[in-house]
């Protein structure tokens, strides 16, 4: 299989031949055998985010009804 | 990766009973799952130009004009079962800024679920699914392999980016002097949530900050042409890459109304950028979310 080389493909510049040598991708058997979700994102669901939430996060009340509501208040204006 | 199929094979593989293919609810799901964008916000895509699925929306502000609160809005009118007003469909919300805030989705959901039990919360949000991104590069490496996930969810019909424009200094840094060097990402995705959008008829709301400043010279920039046709003042300078320019079909301008400190009620403009059509709406952001006047 290819050496790769710039202009393989339009999106293969010298820069970019370059920077996936110094990963150690030097063929196109290379690129094509590495796992492109190790360096992609996780997607996350949101039934997971909100278990997550209820077992690492506390609501605390100051104290102070009218400042609890104000704390609430300034938390949605800053979206 | 393994490129699916699209629908139209789907169809062909359904009437002559293919084992293995998608079949009955599965396959409606497929074609009607993404068909009802319309019915997302009436307030704001019920004309003649509303966008359907397979339109890129660019909502653009300054910070605190109630961009993130939209999406949430969006969000939760999409992941809200049918029998309580929503779409019943999914959300992949990529978040490249690390401020989604799931207590305040779920502050959303609860205030229009009829009974907000936690069974019917989590049922919802089973509907959701959130991405976090660092850089330009990982975003378009999770673009390319999210594209399994469209296929394998065939509910999935809005796609939420907040913002595109997180990284676009440390672009500028990373590409030296050269600008398509700077760009050349930045482009890449661009061009592949078209393509995204388009093979999978997908809405993708993007959001992006204001971080440049209108110009003062008058005879600059399609920016100003655009503010001369319109009798609203928008602070707009296009800033991003000419390939994001190109791909938006709908641009929607974020403001805060009255004293910034006091109130909570801000506009929008809706620019369809085909037919140049200018819409303004104002909303509050409540507890419940947003909430047009």
């Known amino acids: 299989m290819g050496v790769l080389q710039a202009r393989l493909c339009p999106g293969l510049t010298q820069d970019m031949v370059q920077l996936l040598r110094s990963c150690g991708m030097k063929t196109v058997m290379d690129l094509v055998s590495a796992d492109l979700e190790e360096f992609s994102a996780f997607p996350f669901s949101g039934t997971d985010l909100y278990e997550e939430l209820k077992t690492s996060t506390a609501i605390l009340s100051t104290g102070i009804g009218s400042l609890d509501n104000c704390s609430m208040l300034v938390s949605i204006l800053e979206k | 990766m393994q490129r699916l199929s699209r629908p139209k094979a789907l169809t062909f593989a359904h009437v ?14 497929r074609l009607e799952g993404r ?11 019920a004309d003649e130009d509303s966008p359907v699925h397979g339109e890129i929306l660019e909502f653009h502000g300054p910070e605190g004009t109630g961009k993130t609160e939209m999406l949430y809005h969006l969000t939760a009118r999409c992941i809200l079962p049918k029998s309580e007003g929503g779409l019943g469909g999914e959300v992949l919300f990529i978040d490249t800024d690390y401020h989604f805030d799931i207590l305040r989705l779920v502050t959303v959901l609860e205030h229009r679920l009829s009974e907000s039990s936690e069974e019917a919360i989590k049922h919802c949000l089973g509907r959701f699914f959130l991405v976090y991104c660092s850089s330009s590069t990982q975003l378009l490496l999770t673009l390319y392999s999210l594209e399994t996930m469209f296929c394998s969810h065939p509910s999935l019909c809005l796609l939420i980016l907040d913002s595109l424009s997180a990284f676009y200094w440390i672009d500028r840094v990373n590409g030296g002097e050269s600008v398509n060097l700077q760009e050349s990402t930045l482009k890449k995705c661009s061009q592949l949530l078209e393509k995204l959008v388009n093979e999978y008829r997908l809405a993708l709301f993007a959001t992006t900050q204001s971080i440049m400043q209108k110009t003062s010279n008058s005879a600059e920039g399609p920016s100003c ?5 319109s009798d609203v003042d928008v602070d707009y300078r296009p ?5 994001w320019q190109q791909v938006v079909k709908h641009r929607i301008f974020f403001s ?5 400190k006091t109130s909570n009620q801000f506009s929008l403009v809706s620019r ?6 200018l819409k303004k709406h104002f909303f509050i952001i409540g507890e419940s979310g947003v909430e047009f006047c």
């Open chain 2, 272 to 277: 369809h950028l085909k037919s140049n059509n």
């Open chain 2, 35 to 45: 068909s009802s964008l319309k019915e997302i916000e009436p307030h704001l895509f």
């Open chain 2, 225 to 229: 042409a655009f503010n001369r046709q």
């Open chain 2, 16 to 29: 002559v009973g293919l084992p293995g293919v998608a079949q009955g609810p599965q396959l409606l799901a």
């Open chain 2, 256 to 260: 805060k109304q009255g004293d910034s």
């Open chain 2, 239 to 243: 800033y991003l890459c000419k390939a």
